[in-house]
């Protein structure tokens, strides 16, 4: 099937998405074991949120239907990157840092998506599945509306796998910066994991520009239930800088890369 | 004795050497503490019956961060590495216990940790809430030392989690799993209060609970009975993980030996 496609980036990503997923699937038992545990996972914090809505009814005007929608958004996003575009991150930073970027280097094809591609994540299609439960029961989306919500999760899956290039490539620039990366990816995870409605004024207004979390866990549940032109050419304008500048950032770095010695190979 | 001293010395001055790692933590700290202040100004107005005031319920959650921040990440991960490769089989032919070579180490780290999210933290907190003290300041003394047996108590758990490796085969599941509980089960996410009775009652019943709630709660409800309570259920469940943890070792060591390492 991959041969019968004419374009070659897309027949090379065809390829090497196969390759991945059948890499993934071999481990029949770990994929079933991690695709159950993350839905059970996902369904155990809203329990806990479930709770606090039980106490409060309503938080700052949201319901726990707006917040169960924010949550399916964050978590299909995150699956997007998760399954797609998983080298983007730790991936990233762990072959620079161990000077293993060679590989990538020497194939005849573009570096960037050579390793954003390479991996996938078992558990994100246990985000996916729960994502898809959670937005479905939260009975926010209808049939005018999905067009809203199918751009909210290109936004999302934009900011998670623009984030990633970015903090996978932090290495290129201050070495053993791994970790940092990862602690900095968990506090935007951190942030998009509560309702977005708490913050207000000046947290909001950064949350939606500088470090764009509330992209997802804010404006997307403000769009659902009005939707507004100006609002959401302003998440594209913001998903599509973040998108391009970490593509930079990325390109910038590699040309401080230095090679590791170690000698391996690459499929 | 002394070489677990060591042991933990020896985290303890890795850590000392990690400071960007330190410095992430810090941020995220400072950040996750501005969430919580977001979070309680706006349900903090409502009247609930949740018992807490402000400067409590982001105390509570500075003690409740500081748990999770001031851990070693991928413990489980380092184990679940060492039973698959069969170096775990190396490790067991050191002079020490690898149950509690792991617990040193991960109790060194949080000597360094400890007091750095701590100063950190309450500077953060004296910043949004303009130098205002929770309830029961006092109990520090009393609460640090508890947070080390909490912290004894969750590496127990991550331990057990990567040697459950042996029948699980991938332990990260398990790790989700168990975090989650942390969070909801353990208040680190939020006061148990926050819960219907029935799910609090649960809760505390649960080691989660012992390692999280009852230690982090005495910052606004101490008293020495509660104090004691807490330090009996740490107890309790840091025998029964000790327990359970030396049993799967056991089965492990068998397994390793019959099929050569």
Redesign the interface.
């Known amino acids: 099937m991959a041969a019968d496609i004419k374009h070659p980036h897309l027949r090379f990503l065809t390829r090497l998405y196969k390759t991945a997923f059948e890499q993934t699937l071999s481990l029949k ?2 994929f079933i ?2 695709v ?3 839905i ?2 996902n369904l ?2 809203l ?2 949120w479930f ?2 809505f ?3 009814k309503t ?2 005007g949201w319901t726990f239907s707006d917040f169960m929608f924010m949550t399916g958004l964050v978590v299909t996003s995150f699956s997007i990157w998760s399954i797609f575009f998983r080298g983007a991150g730790i991936y990233t930073a762990r072959l620079i840092e161990y000077g293993e970027l060679d590989t990538y280097l020497l194939a005849p094809k573009n570096i960037l998506l050579h390793t954003l591609c390479s991996q996938t994540d078992p ?1 994100g299609f246990g985000d996916l599945l729960s994502g898809i439960i959670l937005l479905t029961a939260s009975g926010l989306v209808s049939f005018g509306n999905v067009g809203i919500l199918l751009f909210c999760l290109i936004v999302g899956a934009t900011l998670f796998v623009s984030l990633n290039i970015f903090l996978g490539s932090l290495n290129f620039y ?1 070495a ?2 791994t ?2 990366g ?3 990816f ?2 935007f995870l ?2 998009t994991g ?1 309702p977005g ?4 004024g000046t ?1 909001k207004l950064i949350l939606i520009s500088l470090l764009p979390a509330g992209l997802i866990s804010i404006l997307p549940v403000e769009q659902m239930h009005h939707a507004n032109a100006t609002t959401l050419v302003w998440m594209f304008c913001i998903a599509a800088l973040a998108l391009i500048g970490s593509v930079l950032f990325f390109y910038a770095g590699l040309k401080r890369y230095a090679s590791g010695n170690k000698i391996g190979g690459k499929l | 004795m002394r070489k677990y001293v060591t042991i933990m010395r020896t985290a303890a001055a890795e850590q000392l050497l ?1 400071m ?2 330190l ?3 810090l ?2 700290l400072a ?2 503490l ?2 919580f202040n ?2 309680w ?3 903090g107005t ?1 009247k ?3 018992d807490i005031s402000a400067v409590n319920f982001i105390w509570y959650l500075l003690l409740g961060a500081i748990l999770q921040f001031g851990r070693p ?1 991928g413990l489980h991960r380092r184990i679940e590495e060492d039973v698959r490769s069969g170096n775990i089989a190396y490790l067991m032919m050191r002079p020490v216990s690898f149950i509690g070579y792991k617990c040193c180490e991960s109790l060194g780290t949080f000597c360094v940790r400890l007091p750095v999210l701590l100063i950190a933290g309450a500077g953060i907190i004296s910043f949004l809430t303009n130098g205002a003290l929770p309830s029961d300041i006092k109990a520090l003394p009393v609460i640090i030392p508890l947070l080390f047996g909490s912290m004894l108590l969750l590496s127990l758990g991550t331990v057990f989690i990567g040697l459950s490796t042996l029948y ?3 332990s ?3 790790f ?2 168990v975090q ?2 942390e ?2 089960l353990g208040g680190l ?2 006061p148990l209060t ?3 009775d029935a ?1 609090f009652r649960f809760a505390l019943a649960t080691p989660f609970g012992a390692a999280g709630y009852r230690v982090t709660s005495l910052i606004y409800h101490y008293t020495p009975e509660n104090a004691l309570t807490a330090a009996l259920t740490l107890g309790f469940w840091i025998t029964v993980m000790t327990g359970l943890n030396h049993f799967l070792f056991y089965i492990l060591k068998r397994k390793v030996s019959v099929n050569g390492g």
């Open positions: 038992a770990s074991l991690r159950l545990f993350m059970v996972n155990i914090m329990i806990g709770a606090v039980g106490t409060f938080i700052n558990a201050t053993d910066s970790d940092f990862e602690r900095l968990y506090l951190n942030i509560y409605c708490i913050y207000g947290a | 990690r960007k790692s410095m992430a933590r941020v995220l950040v996750m501005a969430v977001a979070f100004n706006v349900v409502e609930t019956n949740a990440e699980l085969q991938d990260l599941p398990l989700w799993l989650k509980g969070y909801i996410f939020f926050f819960y219907p799910l």
